[in-house]
């Protein structure tokens, strides 16, 4: 028996094999298998964006079309890691297949493909599977069914840096900078003009004095035990101490960019509250809000942003999807997280209908709702006077109008209703809620602050989505845009992203939605449904 140990080759440890007839892989995948459907998918689209980002393509290497292919189909199959990857190219015969006889890629070159060929036209790619889509009248491009899930990201969930903390520390070292200031000009001469508040210019000025001073008199730092150091030394470490504090505190600040917090390893990461809770003690972990936007059961678009709630989300990402595909959709149908003024304006000026559930839909149908005197709904208005009539047939005049601005610069125009006379009203208990200004109650005056442009949206979008049409919008969208995410987080099984940055999120996003893309139009293929947009209602009860 031969020496296992001494050889390398294992075909010299093989008995004589004879091969067996049909060689091409091809005649053993099954005809209605659908990785078939991924290599006819990706060789419809127009593929032009990506092929400009591979310029030298070896022709004994697999084309970027055939590795546009790889990744689609293993993304179907649950397989995101570039090396588990690279072992199904090697071992699968279906991937065999999509290189067409090409070697199978190792894992360094799938992930150069994805961060150097893919990333940087991966929106492109996406809305050219949208445009083969509506060719093939599988999407009808009237109705667009919006939600949004948070995943997690790839950083370490226990570094992380909070906006208020480092606002904390900013200003311990601002209140330390005045009394520095003036000890350096009392004891060094060396002043630097200020105003109320010392900024990170008015020390690196006084620094660049310091150290033409240390230059003029010659003197040598010392460094160590038992030195003693010159009080110009002192200081100017100090002033170096606040300096790299400073910048590090401002540094942070930046990053946030309107958020709360950020993952140290992951900067783009922002701490979210997740519905995997294992602890249940509600812990934040950093994740990216995904927005998927459906039509016909497939996904149009995906953005992923630092967006903690939904209602910033809406239009940014129906900005980018007109400018991929033209044009909206005529429909827009979201949850209770997307209603605002701002949403509502938006879709008015580009002539989309909105069905947007509002926030207060289900409370609004319960009795302490309808009981409770101190809403402005439970209120008579009076048109005639612009005026609200309360529980206890007093009126609510116009007291004041004023502009408010939102973070994303939206400026809401808000009226405050005040009564004409609150004392000695003995509903006053029940009307007043809270305790502002923690004022005693026969202080107090019942205000009433509203938007009346929201009002009059909120009432309109109201009308619409309890018609018939509305209701079969609402069904579709839990079907459809949450069966999205449903398919994605639970039967594929991506629950975390393998990559760091914003960029890299949204390239596994949109793999993501192009495999559940060919993978529902091979569901609606075989069940004869491809030209069904909307599901009936009667159905899907």
């Known amino acids: 028996m031969q020496n296992i140990n001494s050889t390398q080759d294992y075909t010299s440890l093989e008995q004589p094999y004879q091969l067996v007839l049909p060689l091409n892989v091809e005649f053993q995948i099954p005809k209605d298998d659908p990785v078939r459907l991924v290599r006819y998918c990706i060789g419809g689209m127009d593929l032009s964006a990506l092929y400009q980002n591979c310029h030298h393509v070896n022709r004994n290497q697999a084309s970027p079309a055939q590795m546009l292919a790889v990744l689609s189909y293993a993304y179907a199959n649950s397989i995101f890691s570039t090396r588990k990857i690279e072992e199904a190219c090697r071992s699968n015969i279906k991937f065999m297949y999509l290189l067409e006889g090409k070697p199978a890629p190792d894992h360094a070159t799938i992930s150069r493909f994805i961060t150097k060929r893919l990333r940087p036209c991966i929106r492109e790619i996406f809305t050219q599977m949208g445009k083969f889509l509506e060719k093939i009248d599988a999407v009808s491009r009237q109705d667009i069914f919006i939600d949004g899930t948070k995943i997690e990201s790839f950083a370490n969930k226990y570094k992380f840096?909070?906006?208020?903390?480092?606002?904390?520390?900013?200003?311990?070292?601002?209140?330390?900078?005045?009394?520095?200031?003036?000890?350096?000009?009392?004891?060094?001469?060396i002043r630097v003009p200020h105003g109320e508040t010392i900024r990170l210019h008015h020390l690196k000025n006084l620094r660049r004095k310091l150290r033409r001073k240390i230059l003029e008199d010659g003197i040598a730092f010392v460094q160590g035990s038992g030195k003693r150091k010159t009080p110009l030394q002192r200081t100017f470490e100090e002033l170096d101490g606040y300096i790299v504090r400073l910048k590090h505190y401002i540094a942070e600040l930046h990053e946030m960019r309107g958020r709360n917090s950020f993952a140290k390893t992951d900067k783009d990461a922002t701490f979210m509250r997740m519905k995997e809770d294992a602890m249940k003690n509600g812990q934040l972990k950093p994740a990216y809000n995904v927005q998927y936007g459906s039509d016909s059961e497939f996904i149009l678009w995906a953005s992923v942003g630092p967006q903690t709630t939904d209602t910033n989300t809406l239009v940014p990402f129906l900005r980018e999807f007109e400018q991929s595909y033209g044009t909206c959709c005529e429909n827009v149908v979201a949850d209770a997280g997307y209603e605002s003024e701002e949403n509502y304006t938006y879709l008015e000026d580009h002539g989309m209908k909105s069905f947007i559930k509002p926030i207060n839909y289900e409370k609004s149908k319960t009795r302490k709702w309808k009981n409770d005197i101190g809403r402005f709904e439970n209120m008579t208005y009076l048109p005639d006077e612009d005026a609200y009539l309360c529980a206890n047939g007093r009126k609510l005049h116009i007291e004041r109008t004023y502009q408010s601005k939102t973070k994303t610069g939206y400026r809401s125009e808000k009226t405050c209703y005040a009564c004409e006379d609150c004392r000695d009203c003995p509903m006053k208990a029940d009307c007043i809620h809270g305790n502002h200004f923690k004022k005693p109650m026969e202080e107090r005056t019942k205000r009433l602050i509203v938007s009346k442009k929201f009002l009059r949206q909120r009432k309109e979008d109201l009308a619409r989505i309890t018609s018939e049409e509305g209701v079969e919008l609402r069904v579709n969208r839990s079907i459809q845009a949450e069966g999205a995410f449903a398919d994605i987080k639970a039967d594929m099984g991506f629950r975390r992203f393998l990559g760091r940055g914003t960029e890299n999120a949204l390239v596994a996003v949109i793999l993501l939605a192009m495999a559940h893309n060919v993978q529902k139009l091979h569901h609606k293929i075989q069940n004869g449904m491809v030209g069904r947009h909307r599901i009936p209602v009667n159905q899907a009860a």
């Open 161 to 189: 840096v909070w906006k208020k903390a480092v606002e904390k520390h900013k200003d311990k070292i601002l209140a330390k900078l005045p009394a520095f200031c003036t000890r350096a000009e009392a004891d060094l001469g």
